[in-house]
Nanobody, 121 residues
Framework: QVQLVESGGGLVQPGGSLRLSCAAS????????MGWYRQAPGKPRELVAA???????NYVDSVKGRFTISRDNAKNTVYLQMNSLKPEDTAVYYC???????????????WGQGTQVTVSS
């Protein structure tokens, strides 16, 4: 089994910063793309940012220039640095990783439990 454990959420004022972390552990052969999704109340879950195993990132337009995704492949960990936070960034943030146990097995999607980010004065 594979587990994703997130940390770093919380309450921050508009304009502030937070850094989310997500570490994958368990039966891991290799990790492909890792990413962060978010879901606000009454809205569908959306992709915020993702990063390939080679380090190529992509972002949803609403966070470009404010959020930075990075990863440490040796630690199977992905980070999301969030700057200039806005109230509309308030959501539960979920970590996602594509993992395979052996090189000959299929990739499977795994999710973290979610961490609340609240941007409010």
């Amino acid at each position: 089994q594979v587990q994703l454990v997130e940390s770093g959420g919380g309450l921050v004022q508009p304009g502030g910063s937070l850094r989310l972390s997500c570490a994958a552990s368990g039966s891991i052969g290799s990790v492909n793309t890792m990413g962060w999704y978010r879901q606000a109340p009454g809205k569908p879950r959306e992709l915020v940012a993702a990063i390939t195993s080679g380090g190529s990132p992509n972002y949803v337009d609403s966070v470009k220039g404010r959020f930075t995704i990075s990863r440490d492949n040796a630690k199977n960990t992905v980070y999301l640095q969030m700057n200039s936070l806005k109230p509309e960034d308030t959501a539960v943030y979920y970590c996602n990783a594509q993992v395979r146990v052996r090189f000959y097995t299929a990739w499977s999607d795994y999710w973290g439990q979610g961490t609340q980010v609240t941007v409010s004065s």
